[in-house]
């Protein structure tokens, strides 16, 4: 139901409509990230330097497009301060933690090559209710990462060998993994985590507490646990399985971890 108020500004559920409207920020990175490409596709200039800022960008633009997912259905579930937050207008620089979503992940993925998740919105649990709900909230970011890998996936399939340079379809195919790896570190039970917040409101009241206690040191305990060569070499195993069952080859994002790192020559 959308209501008026004095000035002509519309509203719905209370909140003005400009809460929803994309920002300059976001439209910036989206135009970021298609000129790259379309940069990279046509081997125009500098093409390391071109899929460097095709994957940064379109990494950047999927870290909005996941914060997004956690928020607008914590909205549609009941939280309305998500909105008044900025969530909804995909801009990262409202995010609660800019350098734990923006600036390490990015670093992260020059350095090793690996999706890292990032914690970024306040979501008002109280606001919400049912169990359910809370999963949902906490599968929607991951699920985003999840349909961005079959979409890149899709697009490698489909468009590979009908145009365009081995550069940009390298750039698609890291994009891929990246996303493939964001997704199953997301879907892991670590406390703070968005894996570990899906099972949270479902925890008797004692184990409840004590995820409360160690989900602020979430990030901590995911890199001590890839810091652990054996559990590394499960999960990566794991990420290596997965995308060949999907048919992404290794060899063509490994050539796009090689071009974004520019600076190498």
């Known amino acids: ?10 509203l719905l559920l209370g909140v003005p409509r400009a809460a929803f409207r994309p920002s300059p920020v976001f439209l910036a990175l989206v135009a970021l990230f298609v000129t ?3 940069l990279a596709w046509n081997q ?4 390391r330097l071109a899929v460097f800022g095709f994957v940064v960008s379109g990494w950047l633009v999927s870290l909005c497009l996941h914060e997004y997912a956690h928020a607008i259905v914590a909205f549609r579930a009941g939280d309305r301060s998500v909105a008044h937050r900025g969530y909804l207008t995909l801009n990262p620089l409202k995010y609660s933690h800019p350098l734990l979503s923006i600036a390490l992940p990015v670093l992260v993925v020059l350095l090793g090559g690996i999706g890292l998740p990032g914690g970024a919105v306040w979501v008002d649990r109280h606001a919400i209710p049912g169990r359910l709900r809370h999963s949902l909230v906490s599968l929607a970011g991951p699920a985003t990462n999840v349909l961005f890998t079959l979409l890149l996936v899709l697009a490698l399939r489909v468009g590979t060998g009908t145009g365009g340079s081995i550069e940009f379809w390298a750039g698609v195919a890291l994009l891929a993994f990246l996303q493939l790896t ?3 570190l997301n879907l892991l039970p670590v406390p703070g985590l968005d894996g570990g917040n899906m099972i949270q409101p479902w925890l008797n009241p004692q184990w409840r507490r004590m995820y409360d206690l160690f989900a602020p040191y979430g990030f901590i ?4 646990l890839l810091w652990n060569p054996r559990i590394s070499g499960w999960f990566f195993g794991a990420v290596f399985a997965v995308g060949d069952a999907l048919g992404l080859p290794s060899w063509l994002y490994a050539t796009g971890f090689d071009l974004i790192r520019f600076w190498r020559g």
């Open 44 to 47: 125009v200039g500098n093409v």
């Open 182 to 184: 964001a997704s199953l």
């Open 36 to 38: 790259t490409g379309v």
């Open 1 to 10: 139901m959308a209501y008026d108020r004095p000035g002509g500004d519309s």
């Open 221 to 224: 305990l995911l890199f001590a």
